[in-house]
């Protein structure tokens, strides 16, 4: 499986005319491949897609790390996800390094040893940005997935903050799997750009709110869908009903004929 991903890695690197780059097949999370001497190689740009909630992924040695990958807690044998993060935290450098990663929403709201470590690397005030995405948008998970963004220095007007966005509606549907197109992704650049309350979409979120709420990222808490009705006045309200009424009368009254004329009503 390592070996058909760093194939496919290097064909897609090739396809967009990349010529300087190197691909490592391994184990990151048991033996990374990428070093500075004895420390860790670090990076102006982290990007992962990691599996999603991986099992048997390397705890048993974790406990020890020499690399202090655990810096905000073991996570659980169960579950990667939060090794992945941490791992790449880890490879950002320290002034320009900033990181994506895609994750199961999951990972925005589990308590136990995942809480803790969520807790943790907010207090650290590095994640920035959390993107609800649609479902079915990734070969293999029909779940909707998300993306958290981090960043090693913010800007000062976003320290102590971090934007919520719920793009769960911009994809288009497909047969067999949905897609984000190229103005998806733009309406949600402009978003994270902008950094700032949008209704029904997204909301800049301090972590004193954070901390009330547990540290809890779960989109919904922080983003209330966007309703579309019309609320009505009392006097509207009872003036459509009315007309409602007159209408159904009417139709009543014309069904009753038809029914006459045809014979079956007496």
């Not at 793009?167 to 950094?195: D, P």
């Not at 309703?227 to 006045?233: A, G």
Request: glycine letters at 8%; charged letters at 25%.
């Amino acid at each position: 499986k390592n070996l058909t991903t760093s194939a496919i890695a290097r064909m897609n690197l090739f396809l967009h005319g990349a010529s300087d780059f190197q691909v490592v097949r391994g184990d990151t999370l048991r033996n990374p491949a990428f070093f500075t001497g004895d420390s860790l190689a670090t990076f102006d740009c982290v990007i992962a897609n990691p599996p999603f909630s991986l099992e048997k992924w390397g705890d048993e040695v974790w406990t020890s790390d020499p690399f202090g990958r655990n810096f905000a807690g073991m996570p659980p044998a169960k579950s990667g996800d939060y090794a992945w993060v941490q791992h790449m935290i880890k490879s950002m450098a320290a002034k320009s390094g900033r990181m994506a990663v895609v994750l199961p929403h999951g990972a925005l709201f589990r308590m136990g040893k995942e809480g803790e470590i969520r807790e943790k690397i907010l207090g650290m005030d590095l994640l920035e940005a959390v993107i609800g995405l649609g479902p079915n948008l990734f070969y293999g998970a029909g779940l909707a997935a998300c993306i958290l963004i981090f960043r090693q220095r913010k800007k000062p007007d976003r320290r102590r903050k971090v934007l919520i966005v719920d793009a769960s509606k911009e994809f288009k549907t497909g047969r067999a799997q949905n897609e984000l197109l190229s103005e998806h992704v733009e309406h949600i650049y402009q978003w994270y750009r902008k950094y700032q309350d949008v209704p029904g979409i997204a909301r800049v979120v301090t972590l004193e709110d954070l901390a009330a709420n547990d540290f809890n990222l779960n989109i919904p808490r922080y983003v209330e869908p966007k309703n579309d009705q019309v609320v009505l006045t009392v006097d509207a309200a009872m003036q459509q009903l009315r007309t409602s009424s007159v209408a159904a009368f009417a139709a009543e009254e014309r069904l009753t004929k038809i029914l006459k004329k045809e014979g079956l009503l007496v």
